[in-house]
């Protein structure tokens, strides 16, 4: 059985896609596309976004029916909760939109991870482009987005984890001035050592404009 949880924080799955990086910014906003704070009623939305990127993350890597199972409805009161009810003040989850409809969402909180300050340090845990919608610009809005909200929160550093064999996803934060802050880890997908996925840390500057 797969040992795959509905925490969102630390998720493996892939920002963008296997296909690429969203590219930063290719047109200026407009009022066709926005982001906002996520409402309750983005939930179902949201949830299917993540199912659809977690069943293109762990294929091959999990079985086929374990992916194809994926229960949407878990996951939409899962976001429900977490939208209506965060159990930190400072967990904030972000869509990005294209008119009124979801393409993406990316979330925020203070750092779980041993070596932060949870005062100071906040974490991206997700950021996730409906596959339809990339090369929009929406995941560059979500992350400058993201930014302006944990400065606003008062933290100074950020962090996210990257699956190591995602280079184009390293690359687009790169670009928007993350970098690699020493730290990796190893999830274990199944619980039995079977499924072991490596990740790396980046961080950036909060403080800075």
């Known amino acids: 059985m797969a040992h795959l949880t509905l925490d969102r924080r630390g ?10 990086c969203d ?5 200026p906003p407009s009022a066709d596309v926005s982001v906002r704070v996520a409402w309750a009623a983005d ?3 949201i949830a299917e976004i993540q199912v659809a990127c977690w069943q293109a993350t762990y294929d091959g890597l999990l079985p086929p029916d374990v992916l194809a199972g994926l229960p949407l409805d878990a996951f939409t009161e899962h976001w429900e909760e977490s939208i209506a009810k965060p159990k930190e003040a400072r967990q904030r989850v972000l869509v990005a939109l294209e008119q009124a409809a979801v393409r993406g969402f990316t979330t925020t909180a203070p750092s779980t991870d041993g070596d932060a300050d949870p005062g100071r340090d906040a974490e991206v845990g997700e950021l996730v482009i409906a596959a339809t919608s990339r090369g929009a610009g929406h995941g560059s809005r979500l992350l ?3 930014v302006d909200t944990m400065r606003s929160d008062r933290f100074t ?3 996210t984890w990257v699956t190591s064999t995602h280079d184009d996803v390293r690359r687009f934060l790169a670009d928007q001035g993350w970098a690699p802050d020493g730290a990796f880890r190893e999830l274990d997908l199944n619980g039995d050592g079977a499924t072991i996925v490596k990740q790396v840390r980046l961080h950036t500057d909060l403080t800075g404009g």
């Open 144 to 146: 400058h987005a993201a």
């Open 157 to 159: 550093r950020a962090t």
């Open 11 to 20: 998720s493996t799955c892939c920002s963008f896609g296997a296909s690429g």
């Open 43 to 45: 939930a179902l939305a």
């Open 23 to 27: 590219d930063p910014y290719v047109s």
